[in-house]
């Protein structure tokens, strides 16, 4: 069974930067298109960006500029860069296995325990 554990949260001054984990193990990522998604408090999970097998990243309009997904195919893990954080970005940010529906549906069942980023104004 696949599980995904994310990493690098915590607290943040707006206009700081976290860089973020996703360690992922019992499948691979090479072949695979692979996403952030965040869920903010009282709001629904939403899609944040992704990359695709090739390394073509995409990202919503919110963050474009400001974070940057990325990936090492060998460490199974990909990597969520977010810069100028801003406080609206305070949420709980999870990877997962994305089809090119759009927005992206994750494809496994099982959620890592996300990266709590917090920003504070």
């Known amino acids: 069974q696949v599980q995904l554990v994310e990493s690098g949260g915590g607290l943040v001054q707006a206009g700081g930067s976290l860089r973020l984990f996703c360690v992922v193990s019992g499948g691979t990522i090479s072949g695979a298109a692979m996403g952030w998604f965040r869920q903010a408090p009282g709001k629904e999970r939403e899609f944040v960006g992704g990359?695709?097998?090739?390394?073509?990243?995409r990202y919503v309009d919110s963050v474009k500029g400001r974070f940057t997904i990325s990936k090492d195919n060998d460490k199974n893990t990909v990597y969520l860069q977010t810069n100028s954080l801003k406080h609206e970005a305070t949420a709980v940010y999870f990877c997962n296995k994305r089809n090119n529906c759009v927005p992206p549906i994750p494809i496994y069942d099982n959620w890592g325990q996300g990266a709590q980023v917090t920003v504070s104004s």
């Open positions: 990359i695709s097998w090739s390394g073509t990243t």
